[in-house]
């Protein structure tokens, strides 16, 4: 057993899919499984948008009903390109 877990608050729970929801409506492109309609291409596949997405992101609870915040750091690839996937 995680006790760690075991300890957690039921409302921490919902705070980390408060925080969860917020990122996915913050994040405007399709992304992994988290897919938008209007960000596809023709094809109906995931559209990238690398150019204002390309960083991790971790979000931090400031409290009840406050506006959580965004911390970012930005991604750099070195040996893999980035591209559009097709899983046609």
Known sequence: ??????KANVSDFFELAELMCIDALDRT??????????????????????????YTAAWEWKGLGKTPALH?????????????????
């Open 29 to 54: 492109e399709s992304c992994g499984g988290h897919f938008r309609i209007e960000s596809q291409t023709g094809e109906g596949e995931a559209k990238r948008d690398d150019a204002n997405f390309s």
């Open 1 to 6: 057993m995680n006790q760690a877990l075991e």
């Open 72 to 88: 970012k750091e930005p991604l750099t690839f070195e040996y893999v390109p980035l591209s559009q996937r097709s899983y046609k």
